[in-house]
C-alpha cells in the first residue's frame, strides 16, 4: 500500500469516528463520562415540576446514587406526600445513557424566549454526576431559538422511573 493510500485511509478512519461524535453535539466532557465505566457512585439526580395556571401535577423526584426515588407529590398528583422506590440496574443505566446522550452538562441555556406563555409550568432539573453538577430551569411556556434538551431529558427520567404510578391517569394539563 503506498503512503498516499495509508494516508487516505488513515484520514477516513478519524472523519468515520469523530463525524458522528460532532453530528450528536458529544462535548469532550461527555465523550470521557461516555467512555467511563458509566459508574453511579456520585450520581444526584432531583426534577421538579412546578405549578400552571391549571392542574398541572406538581411534584419532586429524586434519585440517589444506591438506586433509590423519593418522589413528593404536591398538587394535583394521585399520591400526594412522599413515597420512595427502588430502580433497577437497567433503569439507571438508562438515566446515565440519556443525561449524555441530551448532553445536559454541555448545553448552554438560552435564556431568550421567542415566545412566552404565563401560564405553563415549570421543569428543573439538578444533576450532579463525575465531579459535574448543573442546576437547568426550564419554563415550558418559553419558545427558544435553540431547542433545550432540558424537557426532554426530564420526559425520559419521568418515563423510565414511571411516575405516572404515583401522578395517576387522571387528565391534567401538562403541556
Known sequence: MSSQNTVIVIVFAVL?????LISLGI???DERI???DRSIDDLALTLTRTACFGTCPV???SIA?????RFEGIAFTDVEGVVESTLTH???AAITEDIVRSNFFGHKHDDNCIVFATDHPSVK???????RERIADVNLGCQKRRPDPVPGLADRVDDIVNTMQWIGDTPKEWP
Open 125 to 131: 432539573l439538578d444533576i450532579r454526576w463525575h465531579r
Open 16 to 20: 468515520s469516528i469523530g463525524v458522528p
Open 90 to 92: 437497567d433503569q439507571m
Open 27 to 29: 462535548t469532550d466532557d
Open 65 to 69: 446514587n444506591d438506586n433509590s426515588v
Open 59 to 61: 411534584y419532586t423526584l
Open 34 to 36: 461516555a467512555k467511563a
